[in-house]
């Protein structure tokens, strides 16, 4: 186990979320030097100006990954005195993974779950799977889950009757993969969310082109959810959302940045 006195107030921060350029200017406020991780360059884009040790950017691939960064950490600098994992929601692999390393090693380790207010409209479900259990004979469905699951959801729904839509984020390997679930290419929307002078402007007009019945996304907080949320309501469209994964108990978690902050305090 590390020894507490060894450390230097240095901080590893795992970054899926848009929260994530808040919390390390408030970490660097607070004293800590911070390191960040993203999975993509574009992620990457948002810490850009902002005061860091090192940014690294790839995807952490498994239990061994992690142990071998926090080792190299060690021999760099003396590792971290805490990990924040601040990674989407829907990233459970991960999160699952820094929480068995952290209580092999014996590493300080917090999870940042978002508050999430879910609309009264919203039909919750476990998995895209249990889809299936449900008639969309006739409607237009539009699908805003990311397109690692897309095949699958498309495929789920397609067995039912419906004509099917998404929006997918504008990187080569999101549009490969829509186009490998058999999406058309005048059915496939490839944009950021928020673009445009009036945040969700593109996708409500998505949604009228479309004459989308039937919209679905994932339970993921924040102001994703709260766009589907608000456009499903103002155009009268149903809204399915995969329901985020559950807690895990084993982790200590916040759910803002002053609760952040706070955890972290007590470690300096």
Known sequence: MQSRRNFQKHLWLLSGTGEGPEF???????GWRVTVSVVSDK???AYKNLSKEAIFIGALQGPNA???F???????????????????????????DLCNVCRKIGQALV???RNINTSKNVKLVDSIGDLDGYSFQGSQVLFAIGARDLEHAITVVRRSG????????PTPENIRMALSASMSDEKLAVLDPFKGKIPGAFEE??????????????????????????????QSIALWMIA?????QRVPSVSNLEELLSFSSKLL
């Open 24 to 30: 390390l200017s408030a970490l660097t406020a607070q």
């Open 43 to 45: 992620a990457a884009l």
């Open 66 to 68: 992690i142990e071998l």
């Open 70 to 96: 926090l080792e190299s950490a060690w021999v760099r600098h003396q590792g971290f005195q805490l990990i924040v994992d601040a990674t989407h929601p829907f990233a459970s692999i991960i999160s699952s």
């Open 111 to 113: 999870r940042y779950e």
């Open 162 to 169: 419906a004509n099917v839509f998404a929006r997918v984020l």
């Open 205 to 234: 007009a998505l949604c009228k082109r479309w004459a989308i019945t039937d919209i679905v996304c994932r339970q993921s907080g924040g102001l994703t959810q709260d766009l589907w949320q608000k456009i499903s309501i103002k």
């Open 244 to 248: 985020k994964p559950p807690i895990n």
